[in-house]
């Protein structure tokens, strides 16, 4: 639309004609919202609801997408207000997070990758509830990866083994498992005002060791 010159960008195509029964307005035959989230919870993905406050009732669909297993939902947005929807967050026990929207566009009115700001204990958060699911995810990738090519014997033991040993090693953090109740709370009263954004050029793995080395 925008390159025929229908529309002058991709904003006002929506608000003119791809609105929901808008006139040029499709039904699409996506899959329910909870068999999504389930598909990713068994492949060892986080489950997060992105633009809640797009749907009109969203207590009920938050909901069922917990029942269902969702990890988190959007709060944060691009445009730095916080969405309206930190009650229902803490109300079905969801990681709160945020996203810039970013799609790759090359449109003027579309935000910059990362350009979204999320207080470091949102961050913390993350990383608590995310390590255990992808230590696991990648496990049970080598364990099916040894056993449909039949590996056997010392010497493919021993290797199998140590992948295990390498993922225990790798993915684990004492630092985020043994974090008491106590010890975040003193995070949160602290460091409540620290903003993570990608005005900052440090690396996640920075970000995190330096979270991490908060807690000594």
Known sequence: MVEAGYVDNLRQAFSRYLYDGGPAYAIGSEPAGESVVQLICRTGG??????????????????????????????????????????????????????????????????DIGSVDLPVLAFFRFLEAAQPIWCNAIKEIFANTTERTGLNGPKECHRTSSVDDLCNMCLSSPELEETDDSEVEVLRTEFADIILSNRSCKTLTEQRAEITSLLH
């Open 46 to 111: 986080i489950a997060v609801l992105a633009h809640p406050w797009a749907l009109k009732n969203p207590a009920p669909v938050i909901k069922d997408l917990k029942a269902a297993g969702l990890h988190a939902i959007e709060v944060y947005r691009s445009d730095g207000k916080l969405s309206g929807l930190s009650d229902l967050a803490d109300t079905y026990e969801l990681l709160k997070l945020g996203g810039s929207d970013y799609h790759g566009r090359d449109d003027k009115e579309e935000p």
